[in-house]
């Protein structure tokens, strides 16, 4: 099951791309909204129970996986395709003895047991599959979990895609490789896969907030710039931020939350 690779979407999960990530979404991750995220997500899920068996797809460098096992008591099985992130997970894990159960490959290869967890939960990570691999993901998603099992996944997602973006946003997609939806609309791939009592969270005004914080406290803890920072990287990480804050301002670029339930 474990694959040797070093796939890092052409850059974007490079070493260094890594620990500015995490300087700027706090220990333990590189998703949009770090650990504050994770708790509005735990939070949905309400009630999530000590051993609760977790799927965390796309683990990252474990921050989502070892928040759910220390504070939930849940017994997390984390999946992440890249080896250089994968190997700071395990690290980690090392240093702070967790069982989180880290597994290197690709998610469409992975084989579980069926009924084997209560709870799958993805951060932004399946906007890298196109829609094809997610209906067939979400299909065995369906399989691994048990009978009362639910999926959340917080996801970037853009105006639906019947409507026009601009141009900016688009090349941004394009240079990505990622495959973004309405998140009502993505929240009919749950449907579709044949996930009960979906629910859809336009999460957007949140997100709006989070990168408008996440770009203010950059530029507090970082002026002057720090002499461990390329100029580069660090004009990189303002235009960036300023970009999606203008897209998310005008609608292009959303943030959803989506939430089904296996029976
Ligand atoms: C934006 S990061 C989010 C990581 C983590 N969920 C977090 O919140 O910090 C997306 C992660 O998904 C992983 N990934 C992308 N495609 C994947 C796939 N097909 N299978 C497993 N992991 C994948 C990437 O390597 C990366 O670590």
């Known amino acids: 099951m474990v694959m040797e690779g070093r796939w890092d979407n052409k850059g974007q999960y490079a070493k260094e791309r890594i620990k500015l990530y995490e300087q700027i979404f706090g220990e333990g991750y590189i998703s949009a909204g770090g650990h504050k995220t994770m708790e509005q997500m735990c939070a949905l899920l309400k009630n999530l129970k000590k051993n609760a068996r977790v799927l ?23 999946v992440d395709l ?13 240093t ?40 067939e993901l979400f299909a065995r998603c369906i399989e691994w979990l048990d009978d009362n099992g639910k999926i959340i996944i917080g996801d970037y997602c853009r105006r639906p895609k019947n409507e026009a973006i601009c141009e900016s946003f688009e090349a941004y997609i394009a240079e990505r490789g990622y495959d973004l939806h309405g998140p009502f609309a993505y929240g009919k791939l749950l449907e579709d896969a044949g996930f009960k009592k979906v ?10 907030e989070l ?50 339930r296996r029976g």
Not at 82 to 94: E, G, L, N, Q, V
Not at 109 to 133: A, C, G
Request: aromatic share 12%; hydrophobic share 35%.
């Open 82 to 94: 890249c080896k250089d992130i994968y190997s700071i997970a395990i690290d980690r894990s090392t």
């Open 211 to 260: 990168l408008e914080v996440e770009l203010e406290r950059f530029r507090e803890e970082h002026n002057p710039r720090p002499k461990h920072f390329e100029k580069d990287d660090f004009e990189h990480f303002e235009k960036s931020w300023l970009k999606k804050i203008e897209w998310v301002r005008n609608g292009d670029m959303r943030k959803g939350i989506l939430y089904g």
């Open 199 to 208: 629910v859809t969270w336009d999460v957007s005004g949140d997100f709006l």
């Open 96 to 135: 702070r003895g967790s069982v989180v159960n880290f597994l290197l490959g690709d998610i469409l290869d992975m084989e579980f047991t069926p009924k084997s967890f209560d709870v799958i939960m993805s951060r932004d990570t399946l906007l890298h599959l196109p829609e094809i691999k997610k209906r």
């Open 56 to 78: 965390d797809i796309g683990s990252g460098i474990g921050g989502g996986a070892f928040f759910l096992e220390s504070q939930y008591g849940c017994v997390v099985t984390g």
